[in-house]
């Protein structure tokens, strides 16, 4: 485990943050491929349609990083949905760090896939490859897509079988410390006739607090499937939020 030092998400700290993962090659080349769509896209115009409502050039990209170690995370954020709540299982992330996973055995018994994106890339490597990236969320839509797809970590992966009900709710956390950096990145694939409750959470530790979050989630449903899907954003006012 190192400290990381680099600041921006340029040349180096890409290669750097390259060399601190452990992922199978068709995501390394998937990162090379988004990082190369990164370098040639323009940033979003203000005349263009989707942005001529969103000033960003109080922006800077350079004053936020991306995650170059592996070291692990305290968190105390205090999720707002989970109160009261029995839950089938959760999981959650800080700054673009897994931390924690739990999911009951009952649900791990009848072949649910749930927990860190980061490490079930590895653990469930063919499952994820087949989904990721596939057909909910275009990498070189523009630069903010090809940056998160170049650099996502922290995230959450949530697979349930044919037929397979979850009658208890799920939950999702991705926390953002002060002028922290949330890459993290959702995916979740329901199969023919599966039922589930998902509640994904983004947070920033204080009410004024700065931060840079560049995500995405997507959700694949087969035919017959059910999601009932709860989101809540409660970040600081000083957090960009850019996601798919």
């Not at 001529?52 to 990083?65: A, G, Y």
């Not at 055995?105 to 490597?125: M, Y």
Request: glycine share 6%; charged share 20%; with cysteine.
């Amino acid at each position: 485990m190192s400290t990381a030092t680099i600041t921006g998400f340029t040349q180096e700290a890409f290669d750097s943050f390259l060399r601190s993962r452990r992922e199978p090659a068709w995501l390394t080349e998937q990162r090379r491929e988004a990082w190369k769509i990164f370098n040639e896209l323009d940033w979003p115009a203000r005349n263009h349609e989707e942005w001529i409502r969103t000033d960003t050039r109080l922006f800077k990209l350079n004053q936020f990083s991306p995650p170059l170690d592996q070291n692990p995370a305290v968190d105390a954020t205090q999720p707002l949905l989970v109160e009261g709540v029995n839950l089938a299982g959760r999981t959650s992330s800080l700054d673009s760090r897994p931390l924690a996973t739990t999911l009951k055995e009952r649900w791990q018994a009848k072949g649910i896939v749930f927990g860190s994106l980061d490490e079930l890339a590895n653990t469930h490597s063919d499952l994820v490859q087949k989904h990721l990236f596939g057909r909910a969320v275009d990498i070189s839509y523009d630069k903010f897509a090809a940056l998160h797809a170049a650099f996502w970590s922290g995230g959450h992966f949530l697979y349930v079988p044919r037929n397979v009900v979850i009658d208890e709710p799920l939950h999702m956390l991705s926390a953002l410390t002060a002028g922290g950096t949330d890459l993290a990145h959702t995916l979740v694939v329901l199969e023919d006739g599966a039922d589930a409750t998902l509640m994904c959470e983004n947070a920033s530790h204080g009410a004024d607090d700065a931060g840079f979050h560049c995500g995405a989630m997507e959700v694949i449903l087969s035919p017959n499937s059910r999601l009932r899907l709860v989101g809540l954003q409660n970040w600081g006012q000083g957090v960009w939020h850019f996601a798919h």
